[in-house]
């Protein structure tokens, strides 16, 4: 006897193209963190610098970023994820304080309980630091002078020395910026000629990275973006 035939219905796959997040969050980075990093170093400005740096570190370090890592995730990249989500939270709530300050005419300097908050960002991006090391060499160098500067501003902050330590984090920040902005302009230009224009140090040995951006990238598809890409490489 024979039985009946089953009825199936055809499953559906919906894809969605996604540029690679790290872009836009790492020009996010880079750029708000370069302005109050200079600030630090003593390029410019004075204690209540902050206060007119804090629209642009709350929107583009901070929401811009904080979108990127969102983005990140649904590229399925973990590190991006982290990296982004909590730098572009930090920027967020350090624009917010930065607001707050402005308004009550407190520089933020005098608040050691800022030291925690560079506690959890040095010792989480160390992680992604390590981490990095399994992408390419500029990002490790972004999330490592990322680290350092965030473990020395803990310690400025904590121990209430500024002066010198102070403007050595600041330096520190400002390497990890370029490196960043270096990075994310990599990634866009091969974005934008389909194929690597400037060299990233791959770490993965053979690996070949997809663009996300050519119908190769959808979530569900590849995992992760295009960040290491070597010139001469191919990309699928």
Request: proline share 4%; hydrophobic share 55%; with cysteine.
């Amino acid at each position: 006897m024979m039985s009946e035939p089953i009825e199936t219905t055809p499953a559906r796959i919906y894809l969605q193209p996604v540029a690679a997040p790290s872009i836009l969050g790492l020009y996010g980075f880079a750029g708000a963190t370069f302005m109050i990093a200079a600030n630090l170093a003593g390029w410019y400005g004075t204690d209540r610098s902050s206060v007119y740096l804090w629209p642009f570190a709350l929107m583009f370090g901070g929401a811009a970023q904080f979108l990127a890592g969102m983005w990140a995730f649904k590229a399925r990249d973990g590190l991006a994820t982290a990296m982004h989500g909590m730098w572009g939270a930090f920027w967020i709530a350090f624009g917010m304080l930065s607001f707050m300050f402005g308004r009550a005419g407190i520089p933020d300097g005098a608040f050691s309980e800022l030291g925690y908050w560079f506690i959890v960002l040095a010792a989480i991006t160390a992680i992604c630091a390590w981490a990095a090391l399994a992408e390419n060499v500029s990002l490790f160098l972004v999330l490592a002078f990322l680290a350092l500067g965030s473990a020395l501003e803990a310690i400025s902050r904590l121990t209430g020395v500024m002066g010198a330590l102070q403007v050595v984090t600041g330096y520190a920040f400002i390497i990890s910026s370029l490196v960043a902005f270096y990075t994310a302009s990599a990634l866009m230009l091969a974005e934008a000629y389909g194929r690597p224009v400037l060299g990233l140090g791959k770490m993965r040995k053979g690996a070949q990275a997809p663009i996300v951006t050519l119908g190769a990238g959808e979530p569900g598809v590849i995992r992760g973006q295009n960040l290491n890409l070597e010139p001469g490489a191919s990309a699928i």
